[in-house]
T-cell receptor, first 116, second 114 residues
Framework: DQQVKQNSPSLSVQEGRISILNCDYT??????FLWYKKYPAEGPTFLIS?????DKNEDGRFTVFLNKSAKHLSLHIVPSQPGDSAVYFC???????????????FGKGTHLIIQP | DSGVTQTPKHLITATGQRVTLRCSPR?????VYWYQQSLDQGLQFLIH???????AKGNILERFSAQQFPDLHSELNLSSLELGDSALYFC?????????????FGDGTRLSIL
């Protein structure tokens, strides 16, 4: 059972335009959400996160939106640049019963391609 | 550079063998997490250590074990290896064990079982 879903395996966007990556989750216990970017042969790089008490978090060109009622989050990148071409992973975590952070649950990723 | 160091980068071994993967967390981070990335399953959480103690287990097989040492580096031990254990193994670290802390990943160890 996939608790975090990224339904678009790939997305192609023109340089300078907005890239919107989407993610849905099913576990209502998740209350911290993160986006990671991954290049081939490297580990995931942390981009931006959001706590469930917020609905928006912004960091430079990156903005994450959270819609708890729809169990949906999105990552907006504007303007998109060639260096943004990578695989983007959505991840979520919840407190576990003993207190403290559990491991992250990842989506399967969206390959973003920025075209010149 | 995330500051998380994993060694070795590549490991090739045979079925039935045992290997040890090593992870050094970022300076100051007390939590270490291990993940497995296989082609069909994506990134899967295996186990979490905080300041030397096991805190949470995910989809970790009984043939796998881990520990975190007093200097905070961690090792993941994989034994009785099977072909299906071929995967990328990532280590991540965070400042502490509280929830709202991003995890920072190393570049992984690619394990190939022949």
């Amino acid at each position: 059972d996939q608790q975090v879903k990224q339904n678009s395996p790939s997305l192609s966007v023109q340089e300078g335009r907005i890239s919107i990556l989407n993610c849905d989750y099913t576990n209502s216990m998740f209350d911290y959400f993160l986006w990671y970017k991954k290049y081939p042969a490297e580990g995931p790089t942390f981009l931006i996160s959001i706590s469930s008490i917020k609905d928006k978090n912004e960091d430079g060109r990156f903005t994450v939106f959270l819609n708890k009622s729809a169990k949906h989050l999105s990552l907006h990148i504007v303007p998109s640049q060639p260096g943004d071409s990578a695989v983007y992973f959505c991840a979520a975590s919840a407190q576990y019963s003993g207190g403290g952070a559990d491991g992250l649950t990842f989506g399967k990723g969206t390959h973003l391609i920025i075209q010149p | 550079d995330s500051g998380v160091t994993q060694t070795p980068k590549h490991l090739i071994t045979a079925t039935g063998q045992r290997v040890t993967l090593r992870c050094s967390p970022r300076s100051g981070d007390l939590s270490v997490y291990w993940y497995q990335q296989s082609l069909d399953q994506g990134l899967q959480f295996l186990i979490h250590y905080y300041n030397g103690e096991e805190r949470a287990k995910g989809n970790i097989l009984e043939r796998f074990s881990a520990q975190q040492f007093p200097d905070l580096h961690s090792e993941l031990n994989l034994s009785s290896l099977e072909l299906g254990d071929s995967a990328l193994y990532f280590c991540a670290s965070s400042v502490d064990a509280t929830e709202n802390q991003p995890q920072h990943f190393g570049d992984g160890t690619r394990l190939s079982i022949l």
